[in-house]
């Protein structure tokens, strides 16, 4: 069974940065293409940001150039660097592989943008 663990999400005023990270359990991390999710309220999680074994990234155009993935495959660790915050992006952010594993969704950690 993989276990997924988002760090501590917060508070953040408009234009600010955030960093999240996510530790990942029970799986060969470094083969996997990983990815964050958040999930706004009232809406399905979108995936916007994804990264390959090898560091090869992907963004969403809402978050491009805002946003960076990355990865840490000695410490089975993805963290997600957002920068220049709005509040559309206030979010319950989640982690997982892409595709997603079904029956592996961590708690997600909550970020809200205040304006």
């Known amino acids: 069974q993989v276990q997924l663990v988002e760090s501590r999400g917060g508070l953040v005023q408009a234009g600010g940065p955030l960093r999240l990270s996510c530790v990942v359990c029970?799986?060969?991390?470094?083969?996997?293409?990983m990815a964050w999710y958040p999930q706004a309220p009232g809406k399905q999680r979108e995936l916007v940001a994804r990264?390959?074994?090898?560091?090869?990234?992907n963004y969403k155009d809402s978050v491009k150039g805002r946003f960076t993935i990355s990865r840490d495959n000695a410490k089975n660790t993805v963290y997600l660097q957002t920068n220049s915050l709005k509040p559309e992006d206030t979010a319950v952010y989640y982690c997982?592989?892409?595709?997603?594993?079904?029956?592996?969704w961590g708690q997600g950690t909550q970020v809200t943008v205040s304006s």
């Open positions: 029970g799986s060969i991390f470094r083969i996997n293409v």
């Open positions: 997982n592989r892409d595709p997603p594993w079904r029956d592996s």
């Open positions: 990264i390959t074994s090898d560091g090869s990234t």
